[in-house]
């Protein structure tokens, strides 16, 4: 199974500044369509995982473009600028490469 | 809107068997796959189970293997999983997500004596 590791557990931000979070895979998710297939997610307290990025990159539908998604075959990073109130919650990287389809454990995202 | 809806949270005895659905409305079922992912309280995501647009194809996660059933009903723009066998260990909100999009708002399932 590909394992996902998220950095950092926690992260505590002042709004209006900036935050990163880290994600790394056991194996290249880079599929030979040229496709790399990471995913980030956002899960705001007691709600479901909405999604924020997908194919690594792309910004999902509805989501607001302070979001972005960058990386490389197996290091990827999901950058929030101008952090807002409304950004708090447990933001997961999932791959959707191969089954089983694994996720990160999580990087907890609060407001200073 | 893309929208998901689950059904079929329960209380249930180890054991015992269970049907959660997922109806979907907002962009056409048929040409989707479809999965199912839960989450354990207060834990992560795990993935559970994959249905291709066409039912073609099924996966598992080797934790449910055997006991449950993912399906489909394009017709009705419906997913389902069927959950036999249950244990204390598949408490969890379970959720219904669309390939690389929407996720449902999750129904609760409690195995407990």
């Known amino acids: 199974d590909i394992v996902m590791t998220q950095a950092p557990l926690s992260v505590s931000v002042t709004p209006g500044e900036s935050a990163s979070i880290s994600c790394r895979s056991s194996?290249?998710?880079?599929?030979?369509?040229?496709?790399?297939?990471v995913y980030w997610y956002l899960q705001k307290p007691g709600k479901s995982p909405q999604l924020l990025i997908y194919r690594m990159s792309n910004l999902a539908s509805g989501v607001p473009d302070r979001f972005s998604g960058s990386g490389s075959e197996t290091d990827f990073t999901l950058k929030i600028s101008r952090v807002e109130a409304e950004d708090v919650g447990i933001y997961y990287c999932g791959q959707l490469l191969e089954n089983p389809l694994t996720f990160g454990s999580g990087t907890k995202l609060e407001i200073k | 809107e893309v929208q998901l809806v689950e059904s079929g949270e329960g209380l249930v005895q180890p054991g015992s068997s269970m049907k959660l659905s997922c109806v979907a409305s907002g962009f056409t079922f048929s040409n989707y796959g479809m999965n199912w992912i839960r989450q354990a309280p207060k834990k992560g995501l795990e993935w559970i189970a994959l249905i291709y647009y066409d039912s073609s194809s099924k996966y598992y996660a080797d934790s449910v293997k055997g006991r449950f059933t993912i399906s489909r009903d394009n017709s009705k723009n419906t997913l389902y999983l069927e959950m036999n066998s249950l244990r204390s260990e598949d408490t969890a909100m379970y959720y219904c997500a669309r390939d690389e999009g929407a996720w449902g708002q999750g129904v609760m399932v409690t195995v407990s004596s």
């Open positions: 194996k290249s998710l880079l599929h030979s369509n040229g496709i790399t297939y």
